[in-house]
């Protein structure tokens, strides 16, 4: 059972870089999240989508951006990496928005 | 506009004794509130879920929780901690009425020996 998997585990970015993180679940849910945890803060939802071809903004959009091409993946986009999006992401999907919500392990990103 | 309040940010017990980690939510429609645990270096798991049904809701590895709606809480409990629950808890609350998912900012429980 693989549930939600998240590339990488960890990366170094240099500011200006650009990386994508890539996400992908297995459970055939309709609805996948992007959230990051910055210390204290608990997690900020960045990017949602409800769906093949649909997603839309969360909480903290800025400075990223996301596509949903297939029902498993849901890569997050970081075109040009700052200082500010040093964070832990998570990946996450969901049959609907009320149910339980699965998490990948997380990707730590430091921005230099 | 909802939100989510975890009134403690650390929580210290010794094993043995009774947890409670405190939540506190406002929500415009009815809500769905879960509890999820953290541990250390590893993502979010699921402890339990209230979804208007009983308002006390059981999850796993002896956690429990009330939904009170006349307080607007949602406390997490368990009689007798152990080594293995140190770890990082969040109370998250979802909207039925619109789709939006808010968490708390967390608790870290310490477990003593």
């Known amino acids: 059972n693989a549930g939600v998997t998240q590339t990488p585990k960890f990366r170094i970015l240099k500011i200006g870089q650009s990386m994508t993180l890539q996400c992908t679940q297995d459970?055939?849910?309709?609805?996948m999240y992007w959230y990051r945890q910055d210390p204290g803060m608990g997690l900020k939802l960045i990017y949602y989508?409800?769906?093949?071809?649909?997603?839309d903004k969360g909480e903290v959009p800025n400075g990223y951006n996301v596509s949903r091409s297939t029902t498993e993946d849901f890569p997050l986009r970081l075109e040009l990496a700052a200082p500010s999006q040093t964070s832990v992401y998570f990946c996450a999907s969901s049959d609907t928005e009320n149910t339980e919500a699965f998490f990948g392990q997380g990707t730590r990103l430091t921005v230099v | 506009a909802q939100s989510v309040t975890q009134l403690d940010s650390h929580v210290s017990v010794s094993e043995g004794t009774p947890v409670l980690l405190r939540c506190n939510y406002s929500s415009s429609y009815s809500p769905s509130l879960f509890w999820y645990v953290q541990h250390p270096n590893k993502g979010l798991q699921l402890l339990l879920k209230y979804t208007s049904a009983a308002t006390l809701v059981k999850g796993i590895n002896g956690f429990e929780a009330e939904f009170k709606k006349s307080e607007t809480s949602f406390h997490l409990t368990k009689p007798s901690a152990h080594m293995s629950d140190a770890a990082e808890y969040f109370c998250?609350?979802?909207?039925?009425?619109?789709?939006?998912?808010?968490f708390g900012a967390g608790t870290r429980l310490f477990v003593k020996a």
């Open positions: 998250v609350v979802s909207d039925t009425g619109g789709f939006k998912t808010i």
């Open positions: 459970m055939n849910h309709n609805y």
């Open positions: 989508s409800v769906g093949a071809g649909i997603t």
